[in-house]
């Protein structure tokens, strides 16, 4: 199982990055799947949670209205589009198989916004 994210990258506060997340060594189109963050001495946050059929089943209030998951079955990818970054957004983004704990997850991809 590999979970290969990228997209990161350092903006300013109101700016844009789109995350992106490679699956391979499992049925993708057969797992929910999630992004999560971990911010600077903080614990993992979930962000969002997408059915295996891309049905949005959580999405974090803090990012709701600026921060939208899809994916691409068809090409074993999640996406986490995140528009307005602030700063309060600055962390490690991870991807994560599956809508419970964060056992399976890539080796996270870092977002830094600042001014």
């Known amino acids: 199982v590999q979970l290969v994210e990228s997209g990161g990258g350092s903006v300013q506060p109101g700016g844009s990055l789109r995350l992106s997340c490679v699956a391979s060594?499992?049925?993708?189109?057969?797992?929910?799947m999630a992004w999560a963050r971990q911010a600077p001495g903080k614990g993992l946050e979930r962000v969002s949670t997408?059915?295996?059929?891309?049905?949005?089943?959580f999405t974090n209030s803090y990012v709701k209205g600026r921060f939208t998951t899809v994916r691409d079955n068809a090409k074993n990818t999640l996406y986490l589009q995140m528009n307005n970054l602030q700063t309060e957004d600055t962390a490690v983004y991870y991807c994560?198989?599956?809508?419970?704990?964060?056992?399976?997850r890539g080796q996270g991809t870092q977002v830094t916004v600042s001014s």
């Open positions: 994560v198989r599956g809508g419970g704990d964060y056992t399976v």
């Open positions: 060594g499992f049925q993708f189109s057969n797992f929910d």
């Open positions: 997408i059915s295996n059929t891309g049905t949005m089943y």
